[in-house]
């Protein structure tokens, strides 16, 4: 018997690049893919039966905020199938930090969901442990936000010459380093105070290393036509490779301007701009509490919006801005996870509910959770129309992510059923995509985007980073009340050719 090889037999492949499903077998040989379709294996091989079953490349989540997770071996993402992610998004890393960790912390945690022992000084310290990640490969974006809190802490003013420099050099160590791209994060302070000066320096820096630039934009509601263009201006005027992450147009109010920014963007393609995005497959999202205050609030970070919201004339300007910007009803706000013991209770309801329970207006409220909780709260917010939804997913420039977020309170489904979801429920039952065009945009398509080599697609010298999943059943039930529900379907899940065990 040959230990090291395994064959496939009788699977339906899909093979990531988009193209229909061809019956066949796989022959894997220690890590990698040795054949694929028909041949004649060698005799007396380990093999497995796969009668009745898809085999596909391992998914690859390209917008992760597992940057902490993964290094625990959490389950959540592989029992969705998932072998590839790529962490660092949205200005969210967990380096550089060489300065002040508790600055850092306090900057990231309501996205890391992270205590106060995590922090790594450069790429390469971080890359490091990433190898021994046990359930994933891990691919790291260098965040914008980050680099600006080791630079110039959580200050909004624009960096000196030297600071400048200094980010600079910053950007340039990661990638040269290993980071696979950089990523800004324009809603969060204090990535959000950066005037576009300072991230054209940084974006022709990501160019000169040809890597992809992903980015969180300044807005997705009502200032969402200006963001893209901002964006695309950038990416016109340096050459880098940009991603816009999460693309949507939050709030009814803003639903017809994601077809005007998706004509901006096809428009900006056609002129050779480098341009693609990302979507998750769900109408809400899920993000911190802060974002619903005016991001220069926290100019000094989370202690100084504590002490601006208890002075009676910032909190009413506060008040107004907040107010001004919303673009969501109340009701559709929904509070998923506080520190304090007190406001426990509240978690899973809706700002419009936890009001009428307090006997406040919500508005007031939002301001008092955020004192209460010394700022540190998350939310998911139901943001989009499924018309829109639908639209991005099926979209020929985007690919499709999960954007999930792990937080000690209610998790949005996102993290648990994305993948299985989008190939139970929107391809078998809807019809949104084909299985194939599905697994395309979560394979071979990310891993193009990312340059990840050797991995997403069903290839000889490829990585056997494999998963077989029932397409009759895959599925998930993981939903807004009770999210933390493993997915049905997915049988195996091969990294490197060894199975993962525990799925
Ligand atoms: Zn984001």
């Not at 090889?5 to 899909?14: E, F, G, N, Q, Y």
């Not at 509490?289 to 208890?310: F, K, S, V």
């Not at 991995?455 to 993981?478: H, M, N, Q, T, W």
Request: glycine share 10%; with cysteine; net charge negative.
């Amino acid at each position: 018997m040959q230990d090291q090889m395994l064959l496939l037999k009788d699977a339906t492949l899909i093979d990531g690049l988009g193209t229909d499903p061809y019956p066949g077998d796989i022959l894997i040989s220690g890590s990698r893919i040795l054949a694929i379709g028909s041949f004649a294996p060698p005799a007396d091989i380990r093999t497995l039966d796969c009668r009745g079953l898809v085999a596909a490349p391992g998914f690859i989540d390209a917008h992760s905020h597992s940057d902490l997770q993964v290094l625990e071996g959490r389950l959540e993402k592989t029992r969705q199938g998932v072998t590839s992610e790529v962490v660092g998004n949205c200005g969210f890393s967990t380096y550089p930090m060489a300065r002040d960790a508790h600055a850092v912390h306090r900057f990231a945690n309501g996205i890391l969901c992270g205590g106060e022992n995590w922090g790594w000084a450069g790429a390469s310290a971080y890359l490091d442990a990433l190898a021994k990640a046990p359930n994933a490969h891990v691919y790291s974006l260098i965040g914008h936000g980050s680099m600006r809190v080791e630079v110039a802490g959580n200050e909004q003013r624009p960096l000196s010459a030297q600071e400048m420099d200094r980010m600079e050099h910053l950007l340039d160590d990661a990638l040269s380093a290993g980071a696979i791209g950089f990523s800004t994060g324009l809603m969060y302070a204090p990535g959000s105070c950066a005037p576009p000066e300072e991230l054209e320096r940084l974006c022709r820096v990501v160019a000169r290393h040809g890597k992809v630039y992903a980015t969180h934009m300044r807005s997705y509601s009502f200032g969402l036509e200006d963001a893209v263009e901002e964006q695309l201006q950038l990416a016109q005027r340096t050459g880098c490779r940009l991603q816009i992450s999460h693309l949507q147009a939050v709030g009814r109010p803003n639903w017809d301007r994601q077809e005007r920014v998706l004509q901006n963007i096809e428009q900006a393609a056609q002129e050779g701009v480098d341009v693609a995005f990302d979507c998750y497959p769900y109408i809400a999202g899920n993000t911190t509490l802060t974002q619903l205050a005016p991001q220069w609030a926290l100019d000094g970070g989370l202690d100084r919006l504590i002490e601006r919201l208890l002075d009676p004339v910032l909190r009413r300007r506060i008040a107004e801005e907040s107010r001004a910007a919303m673009a969501l009803p109340w009701t559709d706000v929904i509070l998923t996870s506080v520190e304090s013991e007190q406001n426990q209770w509240a978690v899973g309801l809706s700002l419009a509910a936890i009001a009428e329970r307090r006997a406040q207006d919500p508005g007031d409220l939002l301001l008092d959770l955020l004192i209460e909780e010394r700022g540190v709260a998350t939310m998911l917010t139901f943001n989009q129309s499924t018309e829109n939804l639908r639209r991005v997913l099926t979209h020929p420039l985007s690919i499709i992510i999960t954007d999930g977020l792990f937080v000690r309170g209610k998790t949005h489904p996102r993290l648990h059923g994305t993948f299985p979801f989008l190939l139970g429920e929107l391809c078998r039952q809807q019809g949104w995509l084909t299985l194939q065009e599905a697994i395309h945009k979560i394979t071979g398509k990310p891993a193009e985007r990312f340059r990840i080599p050797e991995r997403g697609l069903l290839k000889p010298g490829y990585f056997a980073d494999l998963i077989l999943f029932d397409a009759a059943v895959i599925g998930s039930e993981a939903n807004y009340a009770i999210p933390d529900v493993p997915p049905t379907g997915i049988r195996h899940v091969l990294l490197n050719g060894s199975f993962i065990e525990g799925i």
